[in-house]
């Protein structure tokens, strides 16, 4: 399994950007993905994550409000549209994805099996 991070960039305070996550080889259409970013010095955090179906997501509050994940399983991508960015989101983003079926949703690092490369986002003041 293959996950690409894509959509990172440099974006003023207060802008939009979207990042998008493809997944390739095995699928994984039924299980959670989510989203996770690493500032430097910093451990790696939740940001969002969202069930197989599409109708459960889940944020962290930093970013609620402001942040959609969204799926699309006929193209084996999640999308996160970020909005009212902070410089405090300024991070490497990295897509994840569980190969387990959740009943409850899943915040935690260790909890994903596979994951991409990351992204890097810099929202400048």
């Known amino acids: 399994v293959q996950l690409q991070a894509s959509g990172g960039g440099l974006v003023q305070a207060g802008g939009p950007l979207r990042l998008s996550c493809a997944a390739s080889g095995r699928t994984f259409s039924s299980y959670t993905k989510g989203w996770f970013r690493q500032a430097p010095g910093k451990e790696r955090e939740f940001v969002a994550a969202?069930?197989?179906?599409?109708?459960?997501?889940y944020y962290a509050d930093s970013v609620k409000g402001r942040f959609t994940i969204s799926r699309d399983n006929a193209r084996n991508t999640v999308y996160l549209q970020m909005n009212s960015l902070k410089p405090e989101d300024t991070a490497v983003y990295h897509c994840?994805?569980?190969?387990?079926?959740?009943?409850?949703?899943?915040?935690?690092?260790?909890?994903?099996?596979?994951w991409g490369q990351g992204t890097l986002v810099t929202v400048s003041s």
């Open positions: 994840a994805t569980r190969s387990y079926v959740d009943s409850v949703v899943r915040t935690r690092p260790w909890e994903y099996q596979y």
């Open positions: 969202i069930f197989w179906s599409g109708a459960g997501t």
